[in-house]
């Protein structure tokens, strides 16, 4: 089971960020994702800097790939797309929309074309949809995140995938672990909480390394906001379903990046799909972290996507 580390999500401060990448150079990810998901008002890494590092993980052994934003609102956020998606050349494209997929499939004759992969919010919930959105190059789809175990085999099934039209098999990669990112507006919400304008924010999603966390009026864990995104408040975890993921074909696990101990969650994934650490005991270990939220595995089963883990 390869594993992959996913775009980080929040805005940390530029030593935390450049040491969380350091852990991630050392540890059992083999593809890491870069690049500013959120919103591009986010200036503490700009794509030069996202380049750089992505050099310095692939020269760790690490497989990087380049996300673009999954909602473009501006000129500029067009052009820094076209940049990921339609220039660049060193690193694999993930597409947040399918104006990335255009450009990507518009590069000059002669330009090399990066491989790529269908991020998790482009709307794909049917076999005919992936096929239509697999275009020359594609080699991943990541599944949108409430679809079901068995609905995510039925569409890219292990004896019969998709293949691009270069003849090669589409692979799956799970989103795993993490906030899952349920929704993207163009007002920023962060700021509206703060009683401020979008465009003078003063950047206070900074303030919240795992965004800001709503409760329902009978206290409990409901929604996190962070900026123009909404969240779940518990932290999607697929540690107890090793066989359903199994017989789903899945080939990699994304785990989207947080505070705490998220490096001990990546080496758990790592034990118990490569065969070296019971499910049961890693749900056990995983209670004893230290994480942002409770576990939660409703939607891989079809079931609330509040719905807490087992034993966790």
């Known amino acids: 089971m390869q ?22 150079a050392e540890g059992p990810a083999d593809t890491v994702v870069l690049g500013e998901v959120c919103c591009s008002r986010r200036h503490e890494f700009t794509l030069d800097d996202w ?72 709307n794909i919930y049917s076999r005919s949809a992936l096929r239509e959105h697999t275009l020359p190059g594609c080699a991943t789809w990541v599944p949108p995140l409430e679809l079901a175990l068995d609905a995510v085999a039925r569409i890219n099934p292990p004896r019969d995938p998709v293949r691009a039209p270069e003849g090669g098999a589409l692979r799956t990669e799970l989103f795993a672990f993490g906030r899952m990112p349920l929704a993207f507006s163009a007002r920023c919400f962060t700021a509206r909480h703060h009683h401020l304008p979008k465009d003078q924010c003063d950047f206070r999603c900074r303030d919240d390394a795992d965004g800001l966390l709503l409760k329902s009026r009978e206290g409990q864990d409901f929604l996190v906001l962070n900026g123009i995104q909404t969240q779940s408040a518990g932290l999607h975890c697929v540690l107890g379903e090793p066989d359903a993921i199994a017989a789903a074909g899945i080939a990699a696990l994304r785990l989207s990046p947080c505070s705490g101990d998220f490096h001990a969650m990546l080496v758990l994934h790592e034990q118990v799909f490569n065969g070296r650490l019971p499910a049961a005991e890693a749900l056990r270990q995983a209670a004893g972290l230290n994480l942002p939220g409770t576990l939660v595995h409703g939607f891989a089963r079809r079931e609330a996507g509040m719905k807490e883990l087992e034993h966790a």
């Open 3 to 24: 594993l992959c580390v996913g775009p980080l999500q929040y805005w940390w401060p530029r030593q935390t960020l450049m040491a969380f990448y350091a852990d991630i």
């Open 51 to 122: 380049l750089a590092l992505g050099r310095e993980l692939t020269q760790a052994g690490k497989r990087v790939r380049l996300a673009t934003l999954p909602l473009l609102m501006s000129e500029a956020e067009l052009r820094q797309m076209r940049r990921i998606a339609a220039e660049q050349t060193e690193f694999e494209l993930e597409a947040g929309d399918t104006a990335a997929l255009q450009a990507h499939a518009s590069r000059p004759d002669g330009r090399p074309r990066p491989a790529l992969a269908l991020g998790p919010h482009i």
